[in-house]
C-alpha cells in the first residue's frame, strides 16, 4: 500500500443545519491553487472538505490510480461516519477534472451518502491522459501504450453504480474542451441514467480543458445548487 497518494483539509464549520461538500483538485492542483472556489463554497454556506490527489501519473504506474481511488475513498467514508455520528445528514461534491473521476468511482453504493453533486468535466482518463505529450511520453517509455491504459481502467471508466434512483448529478463541460469534450458526454452519462439518476449537462464558456475547469470551479455554488436542489444555473 502507497502512501502519500494524498492530501485533505476541511474548511468551514460542520453542523447538523450545514451539507458538507466532499471537493477533489484536479490532477496536479494542489489545494492552495483552488481555495477561490472553496471560499465561494464557504460564502454559500456549505463545509468543505478537499482533496487534493498526488503523484497518480508522474510515476507511469497505472495501478497507482485504483489505489488512489480506494484510499481517497475510504477516507470519505470515515468522514461521513464521523459527520453522520455528529448529526450531519447531507453530504455532495464537486470534482474537478482528475477529480470528477475519482468521485465517478464513489457513487452509488461504494458511498451510497453523496446523493448529489458535481462533475466538473468528465470522460475516458485514459484518452485525456494520453493527450497530454509529457505524459504519454512517461508511459511510452514504461511500454504502456493507450490500449493497454484503456484495459487497465476499464473497471474504473465503467463503474457498476448499483441503483442511484434520487441521485441528482450535474455535468459541466465545454465544446471547446479538447480532453474531455462536450460531445463525448453522454456515454458516460448513460449508465447513470440507467441506474436511476437525474442527470444534466450545463455547457461552460471556454477555449480549452483548463478554462473549462476553472469556469466549472468558478460557478461552483450555481452549479452545486443545480444538483442539490434542482435549480437552474444563472450565467
Known amino acids: 500500500m502507497r502512501n502519500g497518494l494524498f492530501q485533505c483539509e476541511e474548511f468551514g464549520t460542520s453542523t447538523q443545519a450545514t451539507a458538507t461538500i466532499i471537493f477533489i483538485c484536479p490532477h496536479d492542483t494542489p489545494i492552495q491553487k483552488v481555495r477561490f472556489a472553496i471560499r465561494r463554497l464557504l460564502r454559500a454556506g456549505y463545509h468543505v472538505v478537499a482533496y487534493q490527489p498526488t503523484a497518480v501519473f508522474s510515476e507511469a504506474d497505472p495501478m ?28 455532495g461534491f464537486f470534482g474537478s477534472s482528475l477529480g470528477s473521476f475519482i468521485l465517478y468511482n464513489c457513487v452509488g453504493p461504494k458511498v451510497p451518502e453523496l446523493r448529489w453533486g458535481v462533475f466538473n468535466t468528465g470522460g475516458n482518463l485514459a484518452q485525456g491522459m494520453w493527450s497530454m505529450p509529457t505524459l504519454r511520453q512517461l508511459h511510452e517509455a514504461r511500454g504502456w501504450s493507450l490500449q493497454r491504459l484503456e484495459e487497465a481502467w476499464a473497471e474504473l471508466q465503467w463503474p457498476d453504480f448499483g441503483r442511484l434512483d434520487g441521485c441528482r448529478f450535474v455535468f459541466a463541460s465545454s465544446r471547446r474542451d479538447s480532453i474531455a469534450p462536450l460531445e463525448n458526454v453522454s456515454q458516460y452519462l448513460e449508465p447513470m441514467l440507467r441506474a436511476g439518476a437525474d442527470v444534466s449537462v ?34
Open 64 to 91: 497507482i490510480l485504483p489505489e488512489l481511488i480506494s484510499q481517497v475513498r475510504e477516507d470519505i467514508r470515515s468522514r461521513i461516519a464521523k459527520r453522520t455520528a455528529e448529526g450531519v445528514t447531507e453530504f
Open 202 to 235: 450545463h455547457e461552460v464558456p471556454a477555449v480549452s480543458h483548463r478554462t473549462t475547469v476553472i469556469a466549472g470551479l468558478w460557478k461552483g455554488p450555481q452549479l452545486v445548487r443545480m444538483a442539490r436542489l434542482g435549480r437552474a444555473v444563472n450565467d
